[in-house]
């Protein structure tokens, strides 16, 4: 048999849980609890914890953790077991070489376009939170092909002495 719990902590905006796991094996019950969760403040940092114990005794844990730049996905982790330990790192993203320049950028996905504002560092583009680089371009992940895709740019993050005239364009 297997049986799962699952319970819900804390608010809405930034729910964390706490899941319970038990697995009838030949030779014992395998036991394993998680808590898993976003951490409060500004950028998403995901995180998870877990304990596990095999129906020979042995246990093992783990801690993980995500962030979500608007560069790039960085993870890191460490596993514990009686047998073996472990420590893992990775990010992921995006380079861009195009006419405007190069641009970093979260994984892109399928669909992607460059957009250009001409002085708009550090404004945001889109419903992804890219920003505009120091060249001027931003890169827009998840466009639908062969489709008109309206395009928006935030103020926030703009220089002072730049006005838009437009902020929203197909």
Do not use: C
């Not at 982790?77 to 990775?90: C, F, L, N, P, V």
């Amino acid at each position: 048999f297997q049986a799962q719990f699952e319970v819900p902590l804390g608010g809405t905006e930034r729910p964390a849980s706490v899941s319970l796991s038990l697995a009838q094996q030949q030779g014992g019950t395998s036991q394993y609890v998680n808590v898993s969760g976003r951490a409060p403040g500004s950028l998403p940092v995901d995180y998870g914890a877990g304990l596990s114990r095999s129906p020979d005794g042995s246990k093992s844990a783990n801690l993980s953790a995500q962030l979500q730049t608007p560069l790039a996905r960085v993870s890191a982790g460490y596993m514990y077991s009686e047998h073996d330990q472990r420590i893992t790192a990775g990010a992921s993203g995006a380079v861009v070489w195009h006419p405007g320049g190069l641009n970093l950028g979260p994984s892109l996905g399928n669909t992607f376009g460059t957009v250009r504002v001409d002085g708009g560092k550090g404004a945001r583009v889109g419903i992804n939170g890219a920003r505009v680089g120091r060249n001027g371009y931003a890169l827009l992940p998840g466009l639908s092909p062969y489709r008109w895709n309206e395009v928006t740019i935030a103020s926030d993050g703009l220089s002072l002495d730049l006005t838009l005239l437009q902020n929203s364009r197909r």
